[in-house]
């Protein structure tokens, strides 16, 4: 008797473990009589986590966790100086990670929880920190997401909540909450959400202090319901819960004012002739460096938030020469990505040294850091542009400093014309 022929009533198996359906909790039927158990069912979604889920979709494509030398070796090809800032980043990240994959069981160790290590980059803006920030996702291949603090006001009030920080990084992984709840967060303009005044106000400090508070659970671990379609959260909506406990959250600001904050401090007062006169400190990164929780205090910011970003790092303004590197060396360089455009016509773009150094000069002038560069550059370049595809016969294009100084034209190296043979 061919199986089409027994009857239904009769013993029942999983077509894919063999199993009776007296020994399952419940057995799915598919077409021509295939059945499938529970337990496989179970065993199947098992299966498909490890493929797709964090052990294999993190880190390089080994799976494995990057050492802190490896990670900065990556940085070093994408973002220029900064040396402190990318140790330290480095070894924070890979101390996050490292605790998430943890098998906790060290023997003695075994009662001692390591805890979640937020990361606060301070420093002038265009100095790299969302690109320190990306690349890291990039360099672990993580869910990364950008959130800008200056939208976020206290729930209850017109703005975004709180969770739609958790919502880009959600959309990131399409849905897929176990990706999402590895990821990194960036939360930039931190600054701009300090308190507005050191008296309390008769009025609520809605996108200050308020989003300080509402930020305190999620930074340090928490089940947050978010709406899958953003907006605001109200009782009839379905919500996505996510949890907090492993998203590194690395936040950003150029916290400006803080250094003269940091220097009152290290300004001791001194009486006397023969008192000892403290040597001034000129740089601000060696300001930044000395950053502690007091002085974040006095910028703003409630004890409760700087409990939640334990380590500081500091970022220093960008010299000519890391300018000079910005421009020519990375691998996304500005410089780089031009000449890519032009080989695109079958033209060679070429920047003399002189017309770099005027970029460099013109963009410490507007005191944006690498954005200044990229703007400048795009300037230069417009007119250029707007007129290369008319051209013909053009072999190279060579940028001087007259270009960039009084917007002249670039030099232009015609192609050498083939000579034919009369008849």
Same mark, same amino acid.
């Given at each position: ?80 100086? +900064? ?5 330290? $980043? ?52 993580? &869910? ?22 958790? $919502? ?8 897929? /909450? ?33 989003? +300080? ?5 999620? %930074? ?14 109200? &009782? ?50 060696? %300001? ?93 370049? %417009? ?15 060579? /940028? ?24």
């Amino acid at each position: 008797m061919s199986k089409a022929q027994i009857p239904f009533n009769d013993e029942i198996y999983c077509s894919f473990c063999g199993r009776s359906a007296k020994e399952v909790s419940s057995l799915i039927e598919g077409p021509n009589r295939v059945y499938i158990c529970d337990i496989c069912v179970h065993n199947s979604q098992e299966i498909l986590k490890k493929k797709s889920g964090f052990e294999t979709t993190l880190f390089n494509d080994g799976g494995k966790l990057p050492k802190p030398s490896e990670m900065k070796s990556e940085l070093d090809k994408y973002v220029i100086g +900064q040396e402190y800032s990318k140790k330290a $980043l480095s070894v924070a990240v890979y101390n996050h990670y490292k605790r998430i994959l943890s098998d906790d069981s060290k023997g003695e160790l075994d009662d001692v929880e390591i805890e979640k290590s937020n990361i606060l980059l301070v420093g002038p803006t265009g100095t790299g920190k969302t690109l320190l920030a990306r690349t890291l996702a990039r360099i672990l291949k993580v &869910p990364f997401a950008i959130a800008d603090a200056t939208t976020i006001t206290e729930a209850g009030y017109v703005g975004d909540d709180v969770e739609t920080v958790l $919502l880009q990084l959600l959309q990131k992984t399409d849905y897929n /909450i176990e990706k999402a709840q590895n990821g990194i967060i960036y939360i930039d303009e931190l600054d701009k959400i300090a308190r507005k005044s050191e008296s309390r106000s008769i009025t609520r400090d809605v996108s200050g202090e308020g989003v +300080q508070q509402a930020l305190l659970k999620i %930074l340090e671990g928490t089940v947050a319901g978010v709406p899958p379609k953003g907006g605001r959260k109200h &009782p009839e909506q379905n919500l996505v819960f996510i949890n907090t406990a492993n998203i590194l959250f690395i936040c950003g600001g150029a916290f400006e004012g803080l250094e003269s904050i940091i220097a009152q401090r290290l300004r001791k007062s001194t009486i006397g002739f023969t008192a000892d006169i403290e040597e001034a400190i000129i740089s601000d990164f060696e %300001l930044l460096k000395k950053v502690e929780p007091d002085d974040l205090l006095k910028y703003g910011f409630i004890p409760e938030l700087i409990g939640r970003l334990p380590v500081l790092v500091a970022l220093e303004e960008l010299d000519d020469d890391a300018m000079m590197s910005i421009l020519t060396n990375p691998k996304n360089a500005i410089i780089k990505q031009y000449q890519k455009l032009f080989a695109m016509e079958d033209i060679e773009l070429e920047f003399e040294e002189p017309a770099l150094k005027a970029i460099v000069q013109k963009a410490k002038l507007r005191k944006t850091g690498a954005r200044g560069l990229r703007s400048i550059t795009e300037e230069i370049m %417009l007119p250029i542009m707007y007129d290369l595809p008319d051209k013909n016969n053009i072999l190279k294009c060579i /940028i001087t400093e007259a270009v960039v100084k009084s917007g002249s034209e670039p030099e232009y190296s015609p192609k050498a014309k083939v000579k034919t043979k009369s008849a």
